[in-house]
């Protein structure tokens, strides 16, 4: 199972800094790295996937990068809606799909 | 537009069963994998299941192996998930996802239902 470590667990920033996420796994998944939104009672929200392709509505201050076994979300400027819980998947060898822990980006 | 709505979930005691449903709606659901996913209160997230999308594949979580079933009845529009040998460690919401390509499952989702939860307590 590949398991997938995000970092910080939190960080805080101010609207219109600049956020970088981390995931590392634990083995190569190429670029097969999807990351996901979620706000507190709401369900996840796909973001990016495999590595660096925005989702379909997803705004361009949102960006992937990465391959192997390391990864980023940056978001160029934070805007109010953005402070929420980020996580990675890999989908690169399943099952099982495998999940980082999440990393809660929140107001400073 | 594409809904997932998730219904069965509450309170069962342990050792006791549980069916969920996600009805679909807005695409064309036969054509499509659906998951499983689920998260404890508090925690993330955790993958449990999928089927493919003519039903003839299956994959779990080892965690669930052995104990819950998925199916799903393209007549219908619906994908289940039978959840037996409850344990407490199972408490969590579940949602159903739609994998995000067509076809054979690709292993991440575009789509997602607002979850039920599922309570495991005596």
């Known amino acids: 199972e590949i398991v997938l470590t995000q970092s910080p667990a939190t960080l805080s920033l101010s609207p219109g800094e600049r956020a970088t996420l981390s995931c590392r796994a634990s083995q190569s998944v190429s670029s097969y790295l999807v990351w996901y939104q979620q706000k507190p009672g709401q369900a996840p929200r796909l973001l990016i996937y495999?590595?660096?392709n925005r989702a379909t509505g997803i705004p361009a201050r949102f960006s992937g990068s990465g391959s192997g076994t390391d990864f980023t979300l940056t978001i160029s400027s934070l805007e109010p809606e953005d402070f929420a819980v980020y996580y990675c998947?890999?989908?690169?060898?399943?099952?099982?799909?495998?999940f980082g822990q999440g990393t809660r980006l929140e107001i400073k | 537009q594409v809904q997932l709505v998730e219904s069965g979930g509450g309170v069962v005691q342990p050792g006791r069963s549980l069916r969920l449903s996600c009805a679909a709606s807005?695409?064309?659901?036969?054509?499509?994998?659906i998951h499983w996913v689920r998260q404890a209160p508090g925690k993330g997230l955790e993958w449990v299941a999928v089927m493919s999308s003519d039903g003839n594949n299956e994959y779990y979580a080892d965690s669930v192996k052995g104990r819950f079933t998925i199916s799903r009845d393209n007549s219908k529009n619906t994908l289940f998930l039978q959840l037996n040998s409850l344990r407490a460690d199972d408490t969590a919401v579940y949602y159903c996802?739609?994998?995000?390509?067509?076809?054979?499952?690709?292993?991440?989702?575009?789509?997602w239902g607002q979850g039920t939860l599922v309570t495991v307590s005596s």
């Open positions: 996802a739609r994998d995000a390509t067509i076809g054979w499952p690709r292993g991440y989702f575009d789509y």
């Open positions: 998947q890999q989908r690169s060898n399943w099952p099982p799909i495998t």
């Open positions: 495999d590595a660096s």
């Open positions: 807005g695409f064309t659901f036969s054509t499509y994998a």
